[in-house]
């Protein structure tokens, strides 16, 4: 193995792969209520196509995979490919990012297969605003995804909370309140400004959450739950569980990047805020050897941008969440 850098001597270890366009929910930051195009099959990646990329990235110096969508949880069949990734030597973290609506059902033999554990987007804990936020009225659902994978053991647990103005604003506090009670781990994200539906009225800095926090006591600052990645951590007293902030509006964490993105039909993403992307489909479906695929692997990565513009307004044109998977 030789590593990854990009131009700016950034390392590269870090590959997401979105395993599927299609999502059970319709988050109004995300996904317009009908939904958008969905790509024929036939595009996507087939679990042999991934897994081959992954071997790639991985023999290139990617030692951490995480899994998302769309929602990763309704690609048939999910645990088979966890086990196929599982098997990849240097891999050694192996995760998911998902709703948790199908969590419950699926949390034990994820594990069984390889994966380590699992980020739960969670934007409320009131079924009514739950429904509001995601269209859909599954937060009991959710609730029960996150006990399963707890008593499956996918930990640690990170719940992920968009946070927005006049909408989920006034759960702060509870949230923070489940790492006292109940040893949660959750992170505060801003709202990044990329569909037409995110209103910038809506926008919470994360500076704002912390100051509503003070009501609870001092937030001491912490080690993160599990590795390293771009939320500072911190815990308020008695707490088992820590409080994560991330900003990528009011202070971007480009300068630590390590991640590259694969969309669900084969293109790579150096940059979550950037249109670039380099096209392994075609490559890959005319039987591209190893080497070849590595070169274009490394090209996108010596592309990566320094950073992203979002603060100053300027986001990816064609790039939609629900398609790299955040
Ligand atoms: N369906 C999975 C899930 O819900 O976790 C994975 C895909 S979803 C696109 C990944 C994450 O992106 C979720 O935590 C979601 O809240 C977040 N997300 C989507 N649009 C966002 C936005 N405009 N700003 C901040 N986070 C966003």
New binding site residues.
Partial sequence: MTGLSDSFNRPINYLRL?VTDR?N?R?R??LPENGIPLLPRSDLLSFEELVSIAKIAAELGITKIRL?????LVRKDLPRLVEMLARIDSIDDLSL????VLLRHQAKELKQAGLNRV???L?SLKQDKFHYITRQDKLKEVLKGIQAASRAGLSPIKI?M?VLRGINDDEIIDFARRTINDGWHVRF???????PT?HPATFVPASEIKTRLLSLGDLKPSLPPHGIGPARYFHLPRARGTIGFIT?VTEHFCISCNRLRLTTDGKLHACLMSDDETDLRPALRRGASPLQIKRLIQQAVYAKPPHHHLAEGITPAKSA??K???
Avoid: F, K, R
């Fill in positions: 979105s999502c929910l988050c930051y995300c998302t969508g769309g929602e990763p990012t998902t709703n948790g980020n739960i987007s934007d992920n968009v994200i801003e709202l990044m400004p990329l569909t995110t990528p969440m629900s790299i998977g955040g």
